[in-house]
């Protein structure tokens, strides 16, 4: 009789993780942070969920908050929650430079990993690999809480409840360029923490990079991809013309009026009615122009942006390892 056969757990074969061991290691070591992170997202949805059962036809619900208007609450809460969203990217960032790259860096941690065995490559593309994954759990979490609180609130007709599906905010968490930006951001933070191996030095660089690649491209996006232009003169707007047949639920990118020959001249610069100090001599206006953006453009928008931004990550990643391999004897 074999040993095997008195000790039948012996037969068993060995439990194995679906993760690899470079992965659970670094899951492992940030454990706390992570039961945080995941803490905030479910406190998130509750709030949110709660704020908007209020407006939904239970007032009795605000009531120990010592407020009367579930209207007025959630829309304070949606205007300025969307506006806290957009610190979650940098959060990524700063989270994927400091405490994952950089420290261990700094500490001399990754000479303990790549004597375990574990090549440079294999130790920085874990790395990635996680913050990827907490990058695309982020990114759903802003669409996630967003839905709860605002779904069907966005230019809602008839309720003081009034969110623009262009403004910055609600277009940042309404779309899958929430998700590539928070990509971009672990990206950023892994090449961050490589080329600086400072903790402080590299959070606020990959915060720097994250929320200029938020401004820059938050400035430009509506000329990404081309307006429609309406003309007339059928309404009037505080003394200047106004196509009328611009959309209701639209954005207007930029505004003004013609003259006889095509001209075009910005709103006050000449008016229909009065030739204003600005306007050139002898020029008579004769309709309205207005460039604009429909709804219909939103997606059309958000998947450039999103494409592009998730190409600046790609290269951001790809960069990390070329740096990698660079200074890696």
Request: net charge positive.
């Amino acid at each position: 009789m074999t040993t095997a056969s008195l000790n039948p757990a012996a037969t068993k074969p060995a439990r194995t993780s679906v993760l690899p061991g470079a992965h659970r290691s670094v899951l492992r070591l940030h454990r706390a942070t992570l039961w945080a992170a995941l803490a905030l997202v479910v406190l998130a949805f509750a709030v949110t969920g709660y704020v908007r059962l209020a407006h939904e036809g239970n007032p009795g619900l605000i009531k120990p908050l010592g407020l009367s208007n579930a209207d007025d609450l959630l829309h304070t809460y949606l205007q300025r929650g969307t506006v806290a969203l957009l610190f979650v990217p940098l959060a990524v960032a700063t989270f994927t430079a400091g405490p994952l790259v950089a420290r261990e860096l700094e500490a001399g941690l990754h000479r303990f990993a790549w004597a375990q065995g574990d090549s440079p490559a294999r130790w920085l593309g874990a790395r990635l690999a996680v913050a990827a994954a907490l990058a695309v759990a982020a990114g759903l979490a802003v669409l996630g809480v967003f839905q709860v609180g605002g779904s069907g609130l966005v230019h809602a007709v008839g309720d003081s409840l009034h969110l623009g599906w262009s403004d910055g905010p609600v277009y940042a968490a309404t779309g899958p360029v929430a998700v590539a930006y928070c990509l971009l951001a672990a990206a950023v933070g892994v090449l961050a923490g490589l080329l600086l191996r400072r903790t402080l030095l590299a959070v606020s660089a990959a915060g720097a990079v994250t929320g200029a690649v938020l401004w820059l491209l938050g400035s430009v996006r509506w000329d990404l991809f081309p307006v429609r232009t309406a003309t007339g003169s059928s309404a009037r707007e505080r003394g200047n013309w106004f196509p009328g047949d611009v959309p209701a639920d639209n954005y207007v990118v930029d505004q003004g009026v013609t003259n006889a020959a095509g001209d075009r001249f910005a709103p006050g610069q000449c008016l229909p009615d009065q030739t204003a100090p600005s306007c050139p001599a002898d020029t008579r206006v004769v309709e309205a122009w207005a460039d604009f953006h429909p709804r219909s453009h939103f997606w059309y928008v958000q998947l450039i942006e999103s494409g592009i931004v998730l190409a600046l990550a790609a290269a951001a990643a790809y960069a990390a390892f070329w740096v990698l391999r660079r200074r890696t004897p």
